[in-house]
T-cell receptor, first 111, second 111 residues
Framework: DTGVSQNPRHKITKRGQNVTFRCDPI?????LYWYRQTLGQGPEFLTY????????KSRLLSDRFSAERPKGSFSTLEIQRTEQGDSAMYLC?????????FGQGTRLTVV | AQRVTQPEKLLSVFKGAPVELKCNYS??????LFWYVQYSRQRLQLLLR??SRESIKGFTADLNKGETSFHLKKPFAQEEDSAMYYC?????????????FGSGTKLNVKP
């Protein structure tokens, strides 16, 4: 599969624990996005990278959230001290032009 | 603020009936509009974009700048069209590489 890959697909964690998700974009894509999707809503923008530079970060992203793309290839999204409200599907997308290609997402459940 | 509105959460039609999924946006510049589709248990994927002016799987969408709409239409719905449909907006300026999504419309095509 040469599409956008996200790991893990599912994550159940206890409140207060830290979690990290990984996204492997399509190899030639320089742009990478993280979105969050909750039930009944469309994807909400979290953050955006162009190569290794994080160019924009949504106000939705509290200080507990951090994202990196160290070599301009894969990206990680870390959530510290998880809360129940963090339960959602976390989507990664990559792009080289106008179209964004999405991964299958990581479903986070905080119990 | 930029916004994408999909007024219908659910649209149910019978096979062979015409379909129109509504999308309105608010933005003062020249946006790019997209329709993404998510079939059951699959990732979000691009259906069509307004700049292509193409028909995909029988669907078309016309950008109406006067009405700020980008409604998705198909003259004869098929059961395999049942899915979640998301309208998305990408625009120029500082936010050119950010996509905003509507909350989605679930299309249910009944036999």
């Amino acid at each position: 599969d040469t599409g956008v890959s996200q790991n893990p697909r599912h994550k159940i964690t206890k409140r207060g624990q830290n979690v990290t998700f990984r996204c492997d974009p399509i190899s030639e894509h320089n742009r990478l996005y993280w979105y969050r999707q909750t039930l009944g809503q469309g994807p909400e923008f979290l953050t955006y990278f162009q190569n290794e530079a994080q160019l924009e970060k949504s106000r939705l992203l509290s200080d507990r959230f951090s994202a990196e793309r160290p070599k301009g290839s894969f990206s990680t999204l870390e959530i510290q001290r998880t809360e129940q409200g963090d339960s959602a599907m976390y989507l990664c997308a990559s792009s080289s032009s106008s179209e964004a290609f999405f991964g299958q997402g990581t479903r986070l459940t905080v119990v | 603020a930029q916004r994408v509105t999909q007024p219908e959460k659910l649209l149910s039609v019978f096979k062979g009936a015409p379909v129109e999924l509504k999308c309105n946006y608010s933005y003062s510049g020249s946006p790019e509009l997209f329709w993404y589709v998510q079939y059951s248990r699959q990732r979000l994927q691009l259906l069509l974009r307004h700049i292509s002016r193409e028909s995909i799987k029988g669907f078309t969408a016309d950008l109406n700048k006067g009405e700020t709409s980008f409604h998705l239409k198909k003259p004869f719905a098929q059961e395999e069209d049942s899915a979640m449909y998301y309208c998305a907006l990408r625009w120029g300026g500082d936010n050119f590489n950010k996509f905003y999504f509507g909350s989605g419309t679930k299309l249910n095509v009944k036999p």
